[in-house]
Nanobody, 125 residues
Framework: DVQLVESGGGSVQAGGSLRLSCAAS????????MGWFRQDPGKERDGVAV???????RYADSVKGRITLSKDNATATLYLQMDSLKPEDSSMYYC????????????????????WGQGTQVTVS
């Protein structure tokens, strides 16, 4: 089955950059939707960015222009390049995947994704 492992989290100062990685294993060819969500204790899991097998991407308004989502199909690795980080970006970030193209609301719907990573902590001070 599909397994997702996040890495690249850490602590950075405001204005700094960080690159998160999500390595997928057990993946087979076909349609997909992959993305990143972030969640703080006691709060909803919010969508950050998603990318589909049709190569469409969507970003949350709060990060648009500062974050770039990309996927290396050769290595089945999803990347989240984060620049100009703000303290409000601090959160636990989760990688997610679904076995179909992204839908319009996929970026804000955790229930659409059947596979999740363990999460990686991002702290901006």
């Amino acid at each position: 089955d599909v397994q997702l492992v996040e890495s690249g989290g850490g602590s950075v100062q405001a204005g700094g950059s960080l690159r998160l990685s999500c390595a997928a294993s057990g993946w087979t060819s076909g349609r997909y939707c992959m993305g990143w969500f972030r969640q703080d204790p006691g709060k909803e899991r919010d969508g950050v960015a998603v990318i589909s097998s049709d190569r469409r991407t969507r970003y949350a308004d709060s990060v648009k222009g500062r974050i770039t989502l990309s996927k290396d199909n050769a290595t089945a690795t999803l990347y989240l390049q984060m620049d100009s980080l703000k303290p409000e970006d601090s959160s636990m970030y989760y990688c997610a995947a679904a076995r179909d193209d992204c839908r319009a609301a996929s970026w804000s719907d955790p229930g659409y994704f059947g596979y999740w990573g363990q999460g990686t902590q991002v702290t901006v001070s």
